[in-house]
């Protein structure tokens, strides 16, 4: 019931770094894959990263080799470092998870300056 909360956003420079965090309720926190998706003003939700029960991962093109996704099971929480940051990250960024069902958090705001 408690749901995924985001936190860690704010206001960086260009080539600035961030790190995203999603505490969950223990039972959430069991679905997976779990990742971060993100909504720039405007736009439609797109996919960030991903991390499977096993650990794999996977990005979008337009972060790879930028951020990071990881997670701590002892602390149930998932995290996104994102460094070397462009303008064009700027969005809400947005912890999920899913059983077959999607579980969202209510997003966090990264605004990247030029």
């Known amino acids: 019931q408690v749901p995924l909360v985001e936190s860690g956003g704010g206001l960086v420079q260009a080539g600035g770094s961030l790190r995203l965090s999603c505490a969950a309720s223990?039972?959430?926190?069991?679905?997976?894959?779990k990742g971060w998706y993100r909504q720039a003003p405007g736009g439609q939700r797109e996919l960030v990263a991903t991390i499977t029960s096993g650990g794999s991962t996977n990005y979008a093109d337009s972060v790879k080799g930028r951020f990071t996704i990881s997670r701590d099971n002892t602390r149930n929480t998932v995290y996104l470092q994102m460094n070397s940051l462009i303008p064009e990250d700027t969005a809400v960024y947005y912890c999920w998870a899913s059983s077959g069902s999607d579980y969202w958090g209510q997003g966090t705001q990264v605004t990247v300056s030029s």
């Open positions: 223990r039972s959430i926190f069991r679905f997976n894959p």
